[in-house]
């Protein structure tokens, strides 16, 4: 018997557009300031307008990817959207911050949201995976993906840049390598968007040295009094370091225990919502999705996804999914 499902459409805002002046403020040389990256060429087509065609097929069970919100602005945007999609796709002209981005999905209500950052072109299969681990998880407020970063490395992805990658301890008692996620779903009605939002402007102009960032812990005591000491403690666990450099100016490893998804849960919930009473309001999961963590940072990583969508037998088909 064929089950039929009735479709679900869920919107999608995409945080476009160049860095602000304080966003770019330390950010490290080499990557791509001062232009959009929605325009770089991959495989003949503008990489903003090869993800959009992406998010706008994907559909699993009934889910679907319905109004696309792509902000930023407008005159580096306007021209990459897809003809077909311009009844789909809503282009909001900004040049807030990536932290008044987040505040403003408060509009969004109750209803689940996507959001996803312009760098990325998600992969058919790896935007199915996402639909799945959502219509797994209806009643959760955040999902958080995390994405395995064996698959990353088997592409020749973040090899330069291991800091970005973090262990977490699964069911079976080992460890997952991970890589952070550039595609999430919320329900934005409970969460505290605001002060999420003044947290990632303040940390986001270090954001290339990931959780070794100083700026967190700062910034976490300022804008989350009751939580502020559990930020160091996770961060220093996921890192297996101590606070402070060695005399040659390394991070000092530790033995500490390396945290669970439980734990990761926990941070997000503390940290986006208000009502801790929420039943379990955030849901991470490893999946093995690695076009989602394959943001373009500098021409490494473009060469690299450039490859991938030229040729016609990708590595990405011998990616194991499941």
């Not at 990931?210 to 996770?234: D, H, N, Y």
Request: proline share 4%; with cysteine.
């Amino acid at each position: 018997m064929v089950s039929i499902h009735e479709t679900t459409w869920h919107p999608l805002v995409i945080f476009a557009g160049t860095s602000t002046q304080k966003e770019s403020r330390g950010y490290r040389p080499g990557n791509f300031l001062g232009r959009s990256k929605g325009e770089l060429d991959i495989a003949g087509e503008p990489l903003l307008t090869r993800a959009l065609q992406n998010y706008a097929q994907a559909e699993v069970e009934g889910s679907r990817i319905g109004e696309i919100h792509l902000l930023g602005q407008k005159e580096n945007l306007e021209h990459l959207i897809p003809d077909m999609l311009r009844k789909q796709v809503i282009l909001q002209h900004t040049v807030t911050t990536l932290g008044e981005k987040i505040a403003g999905l408060k509009q969004f209500g109750e209803q689940r949201v996507y959001i996803a950052t312009a760098d990325i072109i998600p992969s058919q299969e790896d935007l199915a995976a996402v639909l799945s681990f959502s219509n797994a998880h209806r009643d959760a407020s955040f999902l958080a993906p995390v994405i395995a970063g064996d698959d990353l490395l088997s592409l020749h992805f973040r090899r330069d840049r291991k800091h970005k990658m973090y262990p977490l301890r699964n069911a079976s008692g080992t460890n997952d390598s991970c890589a952070f996620s550039h595609l999430y779903a919320i329900r934005p009605s409970h969460a505290r968007l605001d002060t999420v939002g003044k947290f990632t402007d303040a940390c986001f102009s270090d954001r290339e040295r990931g959780l070794r960032s100083t700026q967190i812990f700062s910034a976490a005591r300022q804008l989350f009094p009751e939580m502020w000491k559990a930020v160091p403690k996770l961060v220093y666990c996921i890192l297996g370091v101590r606070a402070g450099l060695d005399a040659h100016g390394e991070y000092q490893r530790s033995i500490v225990p390396i945290p669970d998804y439980a734990a990761m849960e926990n941070l997000f919930a503390h940290a986006f919502y208000r009502n801790a009473a929420i039943k379990r309001p955030v849901v991470a999961a490893l999946l093995h999705a690695p076009t989602l963590a394959m943001d373009i940072d500098d021409q490494h990583d473009l060469d690299i996804v450039r490859e991938l969508y030229a040729s016609k037998n990708s590595a990405l088909n011998r990616i194991k999914r499941g």
